[in-house]
């Protein structure tokens, strides 16, 4: 079992940037694939970014190809987002996810989300 806390969200204006970090426990978070989704109000979850096991695979969304980078470092069991040029519609509780397969579906541990807000 994997036990998820994201950390790093917060207010930001338009065009500013943002790191979230999701620590893990468990011993076998560098075995799981990672991802990172989001849920703005009234909307359903989206995936947002993922990366493989070892970290050499990445996958976007559209929405946030070239501004958002996803990475991990599994001796710290810790997962990254680091969001830059954020736009307005980036607002979202934004939450980490163990895989259940690489690169698009998620598996049944979440953490609590970290709430993003960009303003104009």
């Known amino acids: 079992q994997v036990q998820l806390v994201e950390s790093g969200g917060g207010l930001v204006q338009a065009g500013g940037s943002l790191r979230l970090s999701c620590a893990a426990s468990?011993?076998?978070?560098?075995?799981?694939?990672m991802g990172w989704f989001r849920q703005a109000p009234g909307k359903e979850r989206e995936l947002v970014a993922t990366?493989?096991?070892?970290?050499?695979?990445?996958y976007y969304a559209d929405s946030v190809k070239g501004r958002f980078t996803v990475s991990r470092d599994n001796a710290k069991n810790t997962v990254y987002l680091q969001m830059n040029s954020l736009k307005p519609e980036d607002t979202a509780v934004y939450y980490c996810?163990?895989?259940?397969?690489?690169?698009?579906?998620?598996?049944?541990?979440w953490g609590q989300g970290t709430q993003v807000t960009v303003s104009s």
């Open positions: 996810n163990a895989l259940r397969g690489y690169p698009t579906i998620p598996g049944d541990y």
């Open positions: 990366i493989s096991w070892g970290g050499s695979g990445t």
């Open positions: 468990g011993r076998t978070f560098s075995s799981y694939p």
